[in-house]
């Protein structure tokens, strides 16, 4: 939230989907723009709401005891708030979307990236064990059954500044 650089140093700074990891993103937000020379951009990526909303829905279906609340660090800074919190330091604030989508075929690696999300939820604690073998042979049931599970992709990119 305080950046290690002078005062307008810098051209343009990328925030790559890491503005909502912040404890107070609008602290960050106030200094990356001191940060920023006059007519400088920031380009902030972040998620939204929608953000791969099928797997805790696929894990739930599995398992009705896991908890796996995926965006919920995200809404500190989203596509649905963050014009707002730019706007309070940058005169001019563009969302770019990104609509996308992942078409997944491998159950394996669906199961890999669950079991990585360690920390969200009780998705460890639900996943020791055997249960890792069962979901992945949950999840290939499905891809059999449908061909493929889609996974939506909600992202974005702020792009702020100032007129010069």
């Known amino acids: 939230m305080t950046l290690p650089f002078s005062d307008t140093e ?13 404890p107070a993103p609008g602290k960050a937000i106030r200094d990356i723009r001191r940060v920023l020379r006059p007519g400088g951009t920031l380009y902030a990526t972040t998620n939204g709401s929608d953000h791969l909303k099928e797997i805790p829905s696929l894990l739930a279906e599995y398992d009705s005891q896991i908890d ?13 708030n963050g014009a707002g919190l730019l706007q309070e330091h940058f005169s001019d604030v563009i969302l770019m979307r990104y609509p996308d989508s992942l078409r997944i075929t491998e159950a394996e690696a669906l199961t890999g990236y669950i079991l990585s999300l360690h920390g969200v939820g009780n998705v460890a604690e639900r996943l020791s064990g055997d249960a890792q073998r069962e979901l992945c042979n949950f999840l290939g049931d499905r891809i059999s059954r449908d061909g493929a599970i889609t996974v939506t992709k909600e992202s974005g990119m702020f792009i702020a500044g100032h007129k010069k």
């Open 68 to 80: 796996c609340p995926l965006n919920e660090t995200a809404t500190q800074f989203c596509l649905t």
């Open 10 to 22: 810098f051209e343009a700074v990328i925030a790559n989907h890491m503005l909502y990891h912040v």
